[in-house]
Every structure is written in structure tokens, then in C-alpha cells.
């Protein structure tokens, strides 16, 4: 697609370009760092030891508490960005993104310390056997302790990029650290012989060359962006938009960690096999859910704006445009899980037990995909148009009141493979909410004189 200003972008160019501008960068670079997240568990599961599967797999859903600090400011913040943007206040920008850069750099700096200074109690909390503790608490000093802020700046300054316009850099920024990983990965393990320290290291290493990539970015856009990094430019007077639709998507990150959190404490009581079975599912069915963030992260500027400059047919064809691929991808992923799960689950495991079990929750997890991703985009639609109250009620419904009663539940009842039902159950249950709270808000602004043609 040839070049086109923000301004067409935004509020001209056909919804199906318009998305694709931006959402397939994201998904391309939502792959990429996808398949690094797998190049992990399989390079690792090479080695033939499940108690090291399952040690990247209890301290997993922890490192992705990063993501929930990245969303919390990020997403917070690039969708105020946009919203700024359809308004035509474009000054404020500069200090909404200084907030963000240091706001977050100073949380994530705590939960980086926390999670270095309690290794054994936390490891313990999560999950961790006697068998696994070495490996675990080496996946943790070096992807958490270490690599935290790196890893969550890179994730903000991508989602400030993007909620600009800029969604080539976010995504080549992205797909920079996720590519280097996955050369990494091999080189560290085997050619250094490092072993499972180096699968860790070489997520640490890539997710700071990917921050430094983005900080090299934001000098050289200068006079081309309104966003800054300045010092001086930090102030508290947009905290409140930006949480109000921040802690709405971190909860949705935060709450999916601590039903993953929830689900593989419980998944221990089964034994090690077990959870490197769940770890390995849990990495494979991000695939799609992550091509359907990647829409998310797409669409949400779109939304935003075209939200906050009262073009509300334009931000309905793009929130519905966007639905509808999301289910399609989802599906034809569902048929190849299904179709193929005992050979992609020996692809990533030698051990026999771990693979056929592995291969049994694969055919249950994908089931919730489809519903899961249509749940999760019109939530992130709510968000994108400032909604933070309605998009953090469902979050808190569908997360945390649902997901974690019914897992304790499911797994008294009907025992380990309970448990992995348990999303596609929660996700049929909300389906009917999100559509609710979507068309409730939708029939407000069309009620609106100022909804465009």
C-alpha cells in the first residue's frame, strides 16, 4: 500500500485498507513475537526434560504480568493519543506520553525488585517442585528482575507508535525482538552450551534491543511525531484518562495471568507432566489469540479517533469489519488443532506422556478461541472509545468473578480436564454481555445528531 497521510488514514481511506494499514503490521509482528514465545518451549523441550518445560511454564503467566504494565500505560495512553488526535489537541500529547514512559518505567522498576527479592516465596506460590526450583528461579531473575523494564517499555512505545500512526516502526520495533530471539535461542543453548539459562537470557537480551530500537525511533521522528520522552514534560493532570482506559486492559491481562496462574497451581497437584503439558498448550493457543490482539492494537487508533471526532458510522464499520476476521482466522485455526494436534505436540515435546496429554488439552483448549476473540475485541472496542468503566465491569466478570471460581470448581467435579474447559464455558456465558454493553453504547451514540453519514 502506498503512502497516505494520517489525515486519510483515519478519516477517508476505505475500512478494509484502513485496518489493514495498521493491523497487519501488528499481526505480523504479534507472530513474530508468538513464534519466539514458542521457540522458547521448543527449543527448551529439545533438551528432554519436562521439569524445565514446567518451569517456563509457572513462571510464564508472572512475565506476562509485564504485559498487563505495558497495557496498563500503553494502551491507556495511545488511546488517549488517538482521541486527542480526532479532537484536534494535539499539545497535550506530549505530556500524556512523558507521563507514560516514566510512570511506567517506576511501577515496572517495583515489580522487577518484588520479583527479585522474594524469588523462592513466589516461585513456591506459583507452583514450583522441588525439581524445578533451579530452573525456575533462573527464568525469573533474567526475564523478570532483569528484563522487566525493557520488556515493558518496549511493549508501551509500541502502542504509542501505533496509537499515532506509525505502525510499521511499532511492529518492525516488535518484530526486531522477537526475530533476534529466535536466533538466540539455539546459539545460547547449544552452541554456548548454556542450556535452559540461555533460552531466558535471550529473552532478556532481545526485549532490550527492541526497547533500544524504539528509543532510536522516537529521536528520529522528532519533528514528525507529537509524542516526546522529555523529562520536563511529565505531569499528573491526564493520569485519570489514561488509567480510566488503562486499568481496563491491564485487568484483562493482569486477571488472564491470574486465572493462568490459577489454573497451573491447581494443574500441579497432577504432577510436573501435566503442567509442561498445559505450558506447551497454553504457548499454541496463543497463536491466534494473538493474531486477534494484533487487530485489536490494529483497529483501536481507528476507533479512537474516529470516536472522538463524532464519526461514528466509520468507527461502527471498523469495529465489525474487524470482528468479523477475527472469527474467521479463529476458526480455520480451530479446524487445524483439531485436525493436527498429536504431530504439533511432538513437534515440541519428546516425551510420550507429555505429548499425548498435551495433544488431548490442545482439542479442548482451541474449542474457546472463536468466542474468545469476539469477547476480547469488542471489549478492547469499549476501551478505544474511553468506555473504562464498561470494558473493566466485563473484564472483572469475565476474568476474575467467572474464570477463577469456575476453575477451582471444575477441577472438584470433573478434575484436570474440567479445568480445561473451563474458558470455553465462561466465553459462551459472556458472549451474550460484551454484545449487550456493545449495542447499549452504540444505540446511545446513534441516538447522537452528530453521528456521521
Request: hydrophobic residues 50%.
Amino acid at each position: 500500500m502506498k503512502e497516505v497521510s494520517e489525515k486519510e488514514l483515519f478519516e477517508t481511506l476505505p475500512v478494509h485498507k484502513a485496518v489493514a494499514a495498521l493491523a497487519v503490521p501488528t499481526i505480523i509482528s504479534q507472530i513474530v513475537s508468538i513464534i519466539y514465545n514458542l521457540a522458547d518451549t521448543f527449543f527448551i523441550g529439545q533438551l528432554g526434560n519436562p521439569y524445565m518445560v514446567a518451569a517456563a511454564t509457572l513462571v510464564y503467566p508472572w512475565f506476562t504480568l509485564l504485559t498487563a504494565l505495558g497495557n496498563l500505560f500503553g494502551i491507556g495512553g495511545s488511546s488517549l493519543v488517538s482521541r486527542l488526535l480526532g479532537a484536534k489537541k494535539e499539545n497535550d500529547i506530549k505530556y500524556v506520553s512523558s507521563f507514560c514512559f516514566y510512570g511506567g518505567i517506576a511501577v515496572t522498576f517495583l515489580f522487577s525488585l518484588f520479583s527479585f527479592l522474594f524469588q523462592r516465596p513466589l516461585l513456591e506460590f506459583l507452583g514450583a517442585s522441588e525439581e524445578n526450583m533451579f530452573y525456575a528461579r533462573s527464568y525469573l531473575v533474567w526475564v523478570v528482575a532483569l528484563g522487566g523494564i525493557p520488556t515493558m517499555l518496549s511493549m508501551t512505545l509500541a502502542h504509542f507508535l501505533r496509537g499515532e500512526g506509525h505502525a510499521k516502526l511499532a511492529s518492525m520495533g516488535m518484530m526486531l525482538g522477537g526475530i533476534l530471539n529466535i536466533v538466540l535461542d539455539p546459539v545460547l543453548i547449544y552452541g554456548l552450551h548454556m542450556g535452559f539459562s540461555g533460552a531466558s537470557i535471550a529473552t532478556a537480551f532481545s526485549n532490550f534491543v527492541s526497547m533500544l530500537f524504539f528509543l532510536i525511533c522516537f529521536s528520529k521522528l522528532k519533528d514528525r511525531t507529537k509524542l516526546s520522552l522529555a523529562l520536563h514534560n511529565f505531569k499528573m493532570q491526564f493520569a485519570g484518562q489514561v488509567f480510566s482506559v488503562g486499568i481496563a486492559s491491564a485487568l484483562t491481562s493482569g486477571l488472564a495471568t491470574l486465572s493462568n496462574m490459577t489454573i497451573i497451581k491447581l494443574a500441579s497437584g497432577y504432577g510436573d507432566i501435566s503442567v509442561a503439558a498445559y505450558g506447551i498448550v497454553k504457548k499454541i493457543d496463543m497463536f491466534p489469540l494473538g493474531i486477534s490482539m494484533g487487530l485489536c492494537q490494529g483497529f483501536m487508533p481507528l476507533v479512537g479517533y474516529n470516536y472522538a471526532s463524532k464519526n461514528y458510522r466509520r468507527m461502527r464499520e471498523v469495529s465489525v469489519f474487524s470482528w468479523k476476521t477475527a472469527l474467521l482466522i479463529a476458526l480455520c485455526f480451530v479446524g487445524c488443532f483439531v485436525g493436527f494436534a498429536p504431530w504439533i505436540l511432538q513437534a515440541f515435546i519428546r516425551d510420550r506422556q507429555t505429548s499425548l496429554l498435551g495433544t488431548a488439552f490442545l482439542r479442548v483448549a482451541c474449542l474457546a478461541v472463536p468466542v474468545q476473540s469476539v469477547n476480547a475485541l469488542i471489549i478492547y472496542t469499549l476501551q478505544a472509545m474511553g468506555k473504562g468503566v464498561q470494558s473493566a465491569v466485563l473484564t472483572l466478570c469475565r476474568q476474575g468473578v467467572l474464570n477463577i471460581p469456575l476453575l477451582i470448581l471444575m477441577n472438584q467435579i470433573f478434575g484436570l480436564y474440567g479445568m480445561i474447559w473451563t474458558q470455553l464455558v465462561i466465553e459462551m456465558i459472556m458472549i451474550p454481555a460484551t454484545l449487550g454493553m456493545y449495542m447499549a453504547t452504540w444505540k446511545k451514540l446513534k441516538g447522537n445528531k452528530c453521528v456521521t453519514e
